[in-house]
């Protein structure tokens, strides 16, 4: 936030469209704070959603290893999004 704005944040919103060329695959990431903190640790929503517009034979093999390929998208996206500080919150 610029200095001369006020520096209490009661919400905000963000969201990111990314392609990945190797996969061919979008990921939509959002965050969001939908309420003013009163006490650590800010409750931020981090939303992940990753896709891609293609066609699979209705008892194909394929669909399973790149829904795989997806997943492992969406974790590099969610790990990538967090600090060690963050994550340690919630162990």
Known sequence: MPPEFPQTVSSF?????????????????????????????VPVILDIDVFRETAFAPDGAEVWNYLAQLRLLKNRFFFGALKEEAMEIYR
């Open 13 to 41: 919103l963000q969201r990111f469209v990314a392609y990945d060329e190797p996969s061919g695959a979008t990921a939509i990431l959002t965050q969001a704070l939908n309420q003013f903190p009163t006490a650590p640790p």
